[in-house]
Nanobody
Framework: QVQLVESGGGSVQAGGSLRVSCAASGYTSSSRCMGWFRQAPGKEREGVAG????????YYADSVKGRFTISQDNAKNTVYLQMNSLKPEDTAMYYC??????????????????????WGQGTQVTVSS
């Protein structure tokens, strides 16, 4: 059973930084992709970053490229999302996700809710202007 537990998040002023973490267990696919998604009130959930666990190859949405960094600590089975230069429009619930076992390959894109079927409980990130 795949379990994802997020931590971190919180409130910060625009221009500040936050890091969220995701501890994974039970995710034993040979071609694992982990991702971070976010959902703001009234908006659809969007994928913002992904990482292919075996190679460390990363993927980013255009809206966060250059500001967010996804990384992993394999010894801890943990994935991180470092968020810098935060903007008010980054305010959302952030979710850690793992790609469904039915999807393989080393390309984690597209980052969609359909392909990533395992979810954490979410952690709130609020950026004030």
């Amino acid at each position: 059973q795949v379990q994802l537990v997020e931590s971190g998040g919180g409130s910060v002023q625009a221009g500040g930084s936050l890091r969220v973490s995701c501890a994974a267990s039970g995710y034993t696919s040979s071609s694992r992709c982990m991702g971070w998604f976010r959902q703001a009130p009234g908006k659809e959930r969007e994928g913002v970053a992904g990482i292919y666990i075996s190679s460390g190859r990363t993927y980013y949405a255009d809206s966060v490229k250059g500001r967010f960094t996804i990384s992993q600590d394999n010894a801890k089975n943990t994935v991180y999302l470092q968020m810098n230069s935060l903007k008010p429009e980054d305010t959302a619930m952030y979710y850690c996700a793992a790609r469904r076992f039915a999807y393989g390959g080393s390309d984690c894109t597209p980052l969609t809710s359909t392909r990533f079927g395992y979810w954490g409980q979410g952690t709130q990130v609020t950026v004030s202007s």
